[in-house]
């Protein structure tokens, strides 16, 4: 692309590198690189303050579900900051709007799960139901459970306690985790798993937190929290029943079982919910991204009744359960994301997902042959292409060639946003509003982009 100058442009740059921390970046390239500032938005597209226009294929950030520039979820903002901006949840105070988005999040939401604390966004509601287990543990009388378990590869927000329980070293590094307390048992990654059937793998999954618990002692452990499809460890898609597995392997185990569906959540594999699937009831559950589809922030822990009654009733009497924050259950947040819940329902939004997953489907698959691309997973509209340097052995590509940085730029050239992992994993989350049109745009310029790099004379000799 020909930058074209842009003095106004340039400024804003250089102020960000001077003071703004962008967040999982590494800090002194990122002023070296300078940002790429986004201007506008519509429906799936993007458009750059360059006026390059870009397919987001991945909803910003897993999150923007109905698309960008729907005018009615900006006038129930405005309408409620007009009305009521501000609303404070303490001294026993409310707002309408999370009053209401509370009981809506109930009757959506599995079974087991009648309470809702709202938060700010996923890794906030990560660390509330961290905080919340151990304060049911305690007013229980099991105050020994303070052990968590999770899964390699696993995401759940870079909160100070819930990135320990997040696999991944980038999130670790530097920050003294994990904590002696987390604990992993390895992903269901069917890719590259040793065990020949789905159905092996489920087993294989079950007895790892089996054997983790016995090893730690079920006394101990308070709870296992997993994603139903792992978003930033690679969107690693288990097979179906594993989660359901997982679940009553808990129960039997009596630990807590903590489902992440911050990216799950709200039509992105198909139904409202992961869980919705296999039948599941968690006695957590963590939810952010598709709440509000990114238009304001907020995130929820929703709790089991035995949860919130193992709380509520074993504090001292009338004494406050001291968790929350100022802005726990803003109103503003609320009315958009009801304003988010009801496109989903009544304007088609979840049904579109659901009808164009195909096409999505089509896309990724239509790829599996191409010389770079070693694995194609998908569900719903949370999909991804693993590359490989060798498909019958599924040798990655060497750190050094930095192909991660380089498929994403040249995506980004030909006008497509993805997400590019270290690990030469491309993730795709597009939007519920996509259409069919959009998705055969997404093809060619996903084919086009992966053709671009096998040009370049250091990707083809590293291919076996």
Not at 147 to 165: D, V
Request: hydrophobic share 45%; aromatic share 8%; charged share 20%.
């Amino acid at each position: 692309m020909q930058h074209v100058a842009n003095p106004y442009l340039d400024k804003l740059i250089a102020l960000d590198r001077n003071h703004l921390i962008h967040p999982v970046a590494p800090w002194r390239k990122h002023e070296q690189r300078g940002a790429t500032v986004l201007e506008s938005g519509w429906g799936a597209w993007l458009r750059d303050a360059r006026g390059h226009e870009l397919l987001d294929a991945f909803a910003g950030l897993w999150c923007v579900n109905i698309g960008y520039g729907h005018e009615s979820v900006v006038a129930a903002a405005a309408e409620q900051m007009r009305k009521l901006p501000y609303a404070t949840g303490y001294f026993h105070f409310g707002s309408e709007p999370a009053i209401r988005l509370a009981a809506k999040l109930v009757k959506l939401a599995p079974a087991s799960l009648t309470r809702v604390y709202l938060t700010l966004g996923g890794s906030e509601a990560v660390d509330a139901a961290i905080r919340l287990i151990t304060q049911y543990y305690n007013n229980t009388g099991r105050p020994s459970k303070k052990h968590f378990i999770s899964l390699e590869r696993g995401y759940h927000g870079s909160s100070s306690t819930g990135s320990g329980l997040t696999a991944l070293p980038l999130f670790h590094r530097g920050f003294d985790l994990p904590l002696p307390t987390q604990h992993y048992i390895p992903s269901p990654y069917r890719y590259r798993s040793v065990h020949p059937s789905d159905e092996a793998l489920i087993a294989a999954s079950v007895a790892a937190l089996r054997a983790k618990v016995a090893g730690l002692g079920s006394e101990n452990v308070a709870a296992f929290f997993c994603e139903p499809i792992q978003g930033s460890g690679g969107v690693i898609v288990p097979p179906k029943g594993w989660l359901k597995a997982m679940q009553q392997a808990a129960r039997e185990l009596d630990i807590l079982f903590v489902v992440d569906e911050v990216i799950t959540g709200f039509g992105r594999t198909g139904p409202m919910f992961a869980c919705d699937a296999e039948g599941v009831e968690p006695d957590l559950m963590t939810l952010a991204k598709g709440l509000t589809a990114g238009y304001a922030p907020m995130g929820a822990t929703l709790l089991s009744e035995r949860v919130y009654a193992g709380i509520a009733d074993g504090a001292p009497a009338g004494a406050a359960i001291g968790h929350g924050a100022t802005y726990s259950a803003h109103p503003v947040s609320a009315a958009v994301a009801l304003e988010v819940l009801r496109l989903y329902e009544e304007g088609g939004i979840l049904a579109n997902g659901q009808k164009v997953a195909p096409h999505f489907a089509a896309v990724l698959d239509g790829l599996a042959d191409h010389p770079l691309v070693g694995d194609v997973r998908y569900r719903g509209l949370l999909g991804a292409l693993e590359l490989v340097s060798d498909k019958a052995t599924k040798r990655g590509f060497d750190a050094s060639l930095g192909l991660a940085d380089r498929i994403f730029e040249t995506g980004y050239r030909n006008g497509l946003v993805f997400r590019s992992f270290g690990d030469h994993i491309l993730g795709f989350a597009p939007a519920l509003c996509f259409t069919e049109g959009e998705f055969v745009e997404m093809a060619r310029r996903l084919k086009k982009t992966l053709d671009d790099v096998l040009l370049s004379p250091d990707v083809r000799a590293a291919l076996a």
